[in-house]
């Protein structure tokens, strides 16, 4: 298992990130603590979340998966051993959003405080604003990394257009660049991808970050009927994805797994990684067990063959 660089930072990772949504969400602190160690016990080094994480929760304002990872880095003193990435920009409430230089000036400081660090790694812009200028935007960050208190930056639900316009703007005034994208990408979801980004990513090694990458759990494999959706809270986004070409991915995924003795999230998520220009896919896990299945797959090396048959199944 070789690190790759995120984009141009010189920041390199293991290819797998950890998503850190599933903290104060679907498990609490206690259980967070535990995934947080075996993440570390498995020798991965990359942790991905968002301020905004976990809004959706009923009595939640945002900012828990920060405080609980916060809160681990400074019991576990890890800090310096890891990379963090976090986002920006998604609304928090009270007028909280956006890529303006006042909020994130403001936001910085508030998810440098949860994390109980003095530097983020990489902080990503959650959403395009398109309200404020993009030189606006990048000068702010630009400072940050002046200042020490960002390494690098991204792009998070960027189009094509606006990343390209967002790189020039660097490029044309001396700035700090988008170092990576972070699409929803999976072997479900490839066509936008592909299509629409791929090809601008490669060409300017941007790192791409994938997100959605076991499409909310279908491509386990523990989602084959409307009878299973209950099985967990995400249950009921995976309904869409019950239909004939999603069962022709199954089969597929469930053919290479029994080929490689894996299971299909191993399968699923090494596809992403095998993609030439992948950085790293994001997974999450609720249990050690669940932990260990999708950690498998950065040293699954599948054949071409392999990604021949998933290529075909997932033809969109």
């Known amino acids: 298992m070789e690190k790759r660089e995120i984009g141009n930072s010189g920041i390199k990772v293991y290819p797998f990130a950890f998503g850190g949504n599933v903290f104060g969400w679907t498990i609490d602190e206690k259980q967070s603590f535990k995934i947080l160690d075996g993440f570390v016990d498995a020798g991965l080094d990359f942790i991905d979340t968002a301020d905004m994480y976990s809004t959706w929760v009923p009595g939640h304002t945002g900012g828990e998966s920060e405080t609980i990872i916060g809160n681990w880095l400074k019991k576990s ?39 109980q660090t003095d530097y983020i ?54 700035l700090a660049a988008y170092e990576c994208l972070q699409p929803e990408y999976n072997l479900y979801t490839r066509e936008y991808y592909e299509k629409e980004l791929e ?49 022709k991915i199954l ?26 220009g992948i950085t790293a896919p994001i997974a999450s896990a609720t249990t050690i067990e669940q932990l260990n299945d999708i950690t498998k797959s950065t040293s699954l090396n599948l054949k071409s063959d392999a990604i021949d048959l998933l290529n075909s199944a997932s033809s969109y």
Not at 83 to 100: C, E, N, Q, R, Y
Not at 256 to 274: G, Q, R
Request: glycine share 8%.
């Open 121 to 174: 790694d990489l902080y990503q812009s959650h959403d395009d604003d398109k309200d404020t200028p993009l030189l606006e935007t990048l000068e702010t960050y630009t400072d940050l990394i002046k200042q020490g208190k960002v390494r690098a930056i991204g792009a998070s639900n960027y189009d094509g257009i606006r990343l390209k316009e967002a790189l020039q703007v660097s490029k044309d005034n001396n």
């Open 77 to 115: 003193g890890k800090r310096n051993s890891l990379v963090i990435a976090t986002k920006v920009g998604k609304p928090m409430g009270d007028g909280k959003k956006g890529l303006s230089r006042k909020y994130i000036t403001q936001a910085v400081e508030d998810s440098l405080k949860r994390l």
């Open 251 to 276: 089969a597929a995924l469930d053919k290479v797994a029994a080929e490689y003795d894996a299971t299909p999230a191993e399968v699923a998520l090494a596809w992403v990684i095998a993609r030439p």
């Open 199 to 247: 090809t601008v990513c490669r060409e300017r090694n941007i790192g791409v970050i994938s997100y959605f990458s076991l499409a909310s759990g279908f491509l386990t494999g523990k989602y084959r009927s409307e009878n299973d959706l209950n099985k967990s809270s995400r249950g009921g986004g995976i309904k869409k994805y019950l239909e004939p070409r999603g069962y």
